[in-house]
């Protein structure tokens, strides 16, 4: 069974990049038809999808957040990384990596990352 584990600082000043780590095992990042995802809950409101890397390398955005986000992965350390950059207090949240062939179905535990100076 695939599990993701999350991993960066929880503390980011705004106007900085967060970067966060999603550490695979059990699986292959580059597993056909997998889509692998990073979701991000800010205290108080619901999941926000923030974009994906497909099994062939492909990137995808959510628009609202596509000017300031990169996915990218290492497929020999079976990671793949999140950049959101010049944050905000309002990108306080959550984040969660996923993956799934069509929607998220294994979830990491979810780390909270917090902007404030």
């Known amino acids: 069974q695939v599990q993701l584990q999350e991993s960066g600082p929880g503390l980011v000043k705004p106007s900085q990049t967060l970067s966060l780590t999603c550490t695979v095992s059990?699986?292959?990042?580059?597993?056909?038809?997998?889509?692998w995802s990073w979701i991000r809950q800010p205290p108080g409101k619901g999941l926000e999808w923030m974009g994906a890397?497909?099994?062939?390398?492909?990137?995808y955005y959510t628009p609202s957040l596509k000017s300031r986000t990169s996915i990218s992965r290492d497929t020999s350390k079976k990671q793949f990384t999140l950049q959101l950059r010049s944050v905000t207090p309002e990108d306080t949240a959550v984040y969660y990596c996923?993956?799934?062939?069509?929607?998220?179905?294994?979830w990491g535990k979810g780390t909270l990352v917090t902007v404030s100076s």
């Open positions: 059990g699986g292959s990042i580059t597993t056909n038809y997998y889509f």
């Open positions: 890397i497909a099994y062939s390398g492909s990137t």
């Open positions: 996923g993956t799934g062939d069509a929607l998220v179905d294994y």
